[in-house]
């Protein structure tokens, strides 16, 4: 799967976000009206905390000037927010959608997600977020950990990881790191949000976790990081067209990607199983558009038209952009809505034999055996 060709970076270097365009009968389109925002995560977690940036900056280019009323439909890593939204979402422009993406739910055909993704929602557009994982310094006995290679030629210590259920991205990321890696882990699932997760490190419940570039930045930084209670390890990396998972650009040069830590451990140039390899590489793509901005399908084009425009403003904002980069630590990467409807088809066209592995390894969480 090409992904560099089709990413959100590839797509912001070129006319980004030009989109939407309404005409002068649509500008009052929401004069009077209230939206609601559906989040798909708990309150405090990283979903809420980017979701609500987003749009206090973009209710400024939405013409009528609607109430925006944020709810909070989590659980199932996301899936429950997505089910509702496209169940019961109103199609009258009245009810809109940010979400971190469950796409590894479909890519599984995990029933817990019966929305489709790629067809019961027209997108007004994405965002393209990194995560970094970060350990408690004091996971392993008798040690303090000081770098990432503490916890890579660890062979003893069991370390616990957080996770929001076995399909979630976050879940199967970290598994596949660990156990590609041979580290021996503890995976602790079902937190209903990055914020939960972090308070569940702080108290000593779990030993590591990830963070998107929102809530890493702008939580992990001031209440961990800093206080000394814990260090970064890791990131992902991007994919490329030629298969390769490089040093994502949104994150400091000393987190390292996977493929340098996996070589660190093995040799360079050594790659982990076919398939693990795989695995690891679709998860990355999913980073180019971690966020997305819906509707139901079927919403009034008025609706999507005054959103898509709205959106295009909103990312040339520079104070916008300026925010962004202040809570985000990079600058801002997405895609506007027709380059994400055409990307999450591209992201959910995986082989039998990857999806049917993919499957098969969630199912293999530990959970699953109680």
């Known amino acids: 799967m090409n992904l560099l060709k089709h990413s959100a970076l590839g797509i912001l270097a070129g006319a980004v976000i030009a989109f939407g365009f309404h005409s002068s009968a649509d500008a009052q389109f929401y004069k009077g009206k209230r939206v609601n925002i559906i989040i798909n995560y708990s309150p405090g977690g990283n979903t809420d905390i980017q979701g609500r940036m987003v749009m206090r ?39 809109m959608g940010i979400f971190t993406i469950p796409i590894m739910f479909q890519v599984m055909k ?11 929602f027209v997108f007004v557009g994405s965002i393209a977020q990194q995560t970094i994982s970060h350990i408690r310094v004091d996971s392993i006995p008798g040690k303090k950990i000081t770098s990432y290679k503490d916890v890579l030629f660890e062979k003893e210590h069991k370390i616990r990881t957080g996770g929001h259920g076995p399909q979630s991205s976050k879940d199967m990321r970290t598994r596949l790191f660990f156990e590609a890696l041979k580290i021996p882990h503890q995976p602790i699932t079902g937190y209903k949000s990055g914020g939960k997760m972090r308070a569940a490190l702080h108290k000593g419940e779990i030993d590591m976790t990830a963070d998107s570039l929102a809530g890493y930045f702008g939580r992990v930084v001031p209440q961990l990081i800093k206080p000394g209670t814990s260090i970064p390890v890791w990131h992902i990396g991007r994919p490329t067209a030629d298969g390769d998972i490089v040093h994502a650009s949104s994150v400091p040069k000393d987190i390292p990607s996977f493929k340098k830590v996996y070589e660190e451990k093995f040799g360079k140039g050594k790659r982990p199983p076919r398939l693990v390899w795989e695995a690891i590489s679709t998860i990355a793509g999913t980073r180019e558009m971690l966020r997305i901005i819906v509707f139901k399908k079927g919403t009034t084009k008025k609706a999507v038209s005054a959103m898509r425009a709205a959106w295009a403003k909103t990312i040339k904002d520079p104070d916008f952009r300026k925010e962004y980069k202040r809570v ?18 591209r992201l959910l066209n995986v082989k039998p034999e990857l999806q049917k592995f993919l499957f098969d390894f969630a199912r293999s969480h530990p959970i699953y055996k109680k």
């Open 328 to 345: 985000n630590g990079s600058e801002f990467g997405g895609m506007n809505g027709v380059e994400s409807g055409k990307y999450i088809k």
């Open 57 to 95: 900056y973009m209710k400024k280019f939405i013409p009528g000037n609607p109430r925006l009323v944020f709810r909070h439909v989590s659980g199932a890593a996301g899936s429950v927010g997505a089910n509702f939204l496209a169940d019961v979402g109103k199609t009258n422009g009245s009810m």
């Open 110 to 120: 995990d029933p817990s997600l019966r929305a489709d993704l790629a067809n019961d």
